[in-house]
């Protein structure tokens, strides 16, 4: 099946501070998706964003499909950054069309 | 008006037993989801699920079973449950073939004791 790789696993930021998450996928896919799990355990959907580049505010993503890859770039972090951030690919995968996550990157912004 | 609610929200069981956890969507979305994140927080997909076809992960045992009344709704119904049962289920929802984009509920974080 498709694997997906995200880096770093985990995340520790100065408020204000920038930063750059990565996932990488193994096949071709359909979609792609950024979440994000806040403390509470909820999953909000940032970016749907199967090629291009989206800006959402301090937010931005980039997926260069051609090579397998997916940036999520947050500026000017703030404590509610906090959280897991998950990349999620849609493809095919024995025979059949299937979502995978990756594993997620911890982050967490200090004050 | 939450787009994609589940019940309840926490479930507390004894080995053996059956539950089921509910999930609605408002959305008007075609295709309904299961997820389990474990302890580890690692997510994974066990059923997607539209009026047309089920598609079940390979690696779900048969005592999941996902029971769909209506496009609006998706209820995960588990027996005999074990300990490793124990998890957070998400369900999801989202409008194939129109940009895909999964919303998920709440979660409903399931202790089997």
């Known amino acids: 099946g498709i694997q997906v790789e995200q880096s770093p696993p985990d995340l520790i930021l100065q408020e204000g501070a920038n930063s750059t998450l990565r996932c990488n996928f193994s096949?071709?896919?359909?979609?792609l998706q950024w979440f994000h799990q806040n403390p509470w355990g909820q999953l909000i959907n940032l970016f749907y964003?199967?090629?291009g580049t989206k800006q959402n505010g301090r937010l931005s993503a980039t997926t260069v499909a051609t090579e397998r890859y997916s940036l999520l770039y947050i500026s000017s972090s703030q404590t509610t950054d906090s959280g897991v951030y998950f990349c999620a690919v849609d493809g095919y995968s024995g025979g059949y069309q299937k979502v995978t996550f990756g594993i997620g990157t911890k982050l967490q912004v200090i004050p | 008006d939450t787009a994609v609610s589940q019940t309840p929200k926490y479930l507390v069981t004894q080995m053996g037993n059956d539950k089921s956890i509910k999930c609605e969507q408002n959305l008007g979305h075609d295709t309904m989801y299961w997820y389990k994140q474990d302890s580890k927080k690692f997510l994974k997909i066990m059923f997607s699920?539209?009026?047309?076809?089920?598609?079940i992960n390979e690696t779900v045992p048969n005592r999941f079973s996902p029971k769909s009344p209506d496009k609006a709704h998706l209820n995960l119904h588990i027996n005999s449950l074990e300990l490793g049962d124990s998890a957070v289920y998400f369900c999801a929802s989202s409008q194939r073939g129109a940009g895909p984009e999964q919303y998920f509920g709440p979660g409903t974080r399931l202790t089997v004791t």
């Open positions: 096949d071709s896919v359909n979609n």
């Open positions: 699920y539209n009026n047309k076809e089920l598609i």
């Open positions: 964003i199967p090629s």
